[in-house]
């Protein structure tokens, strides 16, 4: 049961460098989402979808993109990564009525 | 906007002793679900316990339960018998039941510590 998969697991990028995050899951779930996490924040919303070709902004959504072309697959994008961007990316999904979410391992992200 | 305050930062506790995690919410809704997590520093998010707030029992699993209060807006996470596995950060979260608002809304954490 592969649940939630994010890919990659760490990434270290140049300030004003691309990149984008990919989050699958094959439970056939509807909602998927992207939290950042950083030191005393908790995590924070950034994006997420209530199914496929939808998307809507969370808490913190500036400097992101994302997209879900597919139902399996929540893509987020940094344009242009800035060093405030350096932190720990989970993709999450769940279902509607479902109790909570299932996660993903986390992307630890470096923006130098 | 829902909003969930976890007030302790940190928290210690020895190793078969009992402690208590405190979080507090923010809802004008009569009807929504509220957890904990924990995060080893393994880094994954493992949901430890859920309460549907109409349920007027306190959710139990194993050795951790939960005493809501739901008029004080307060659902705090007891552990017993703590192990040295228990030492985590634990978020405590909030989902709404309405339709289109499926988010989680985490508090900010508390690291526990367990002592030998």
């Known amino acids: 049961n592969a649940g939630v998969t994010q890919t990659p697991k760490f990434r270290v990028l140049k300030t004003g460098q691309s990149m984008t995050l990919l989050c699958a899951q094959d439970?056939?779930?509807?909602?998927m989402y992207w939290y950042r996490q950083d030191p005393g924040m908790g995590l924070r919303l950034i994006h997420y979808?209530?199914?496929?070709?939808?998307?809507a902004k969370g808490e913190v959504p500036d400097g992101y993109n994302v997209s879900r072309l597919k139902k399996q697959n929540f893509l987020l994008g940094l344009e242009s990564a800035a060093p405030s961007q350096t932190s720990v990316y989970f993709c999450?999904?769940?279902?509607?009525?479902?109790?909570?979410?299932?996660f993903g391992s986390g992307t630890r992200l470096t923006v130098v | 906007a829902q909003t969930v305050t976890q007030s302790q930062p940190e928290m210690s506790v020895q190793e078969a002793e009992t402690v208590t995690l405190s979080c507090t919410y923010d809802?004008?809704?009569?009807?929504?679900?509220l957890f904990w997590y924990k995060q080893p520093p393994s880094r994954q998010m493992i949901l430890v316990i859920r309460?549907?707030?109409?349920?007027?029992q306190n959710a139990t699993e194993n050795r951790f339960s939960v005493n809501f209060q739901k008029a004080a807006k307060s659902f705090s996470l007891k552990i017993s018998d703590s192990q040295l596995g228990d030492a985590a950060m634990y978020f405590c979260?909030?989902?709404?039941?309405?339709?289109?608002?499926?988010?989680?809304?985490f508090g900010k954490g508390t690291k526990l510590t367990v002592n030998p």
């Open positions: 999450a999904s769940s279902s509607w009525g479902d109790y909570g979410y299932t």
């Open positions: 439970m056939n779930h509807e909602y």
């Open positions: 979808s209530v199914g496929e070709g939808t998307t």
């Open positions: 809802t004008s809704e009569s009807d929504y679900y």
């Open positions: 309460q549907e707030a109409y349920k007027q």
């Open positions: 979260a909030y989902r709404s039941k309405q339709g289109g608002s499926e988010k989680l809304v």
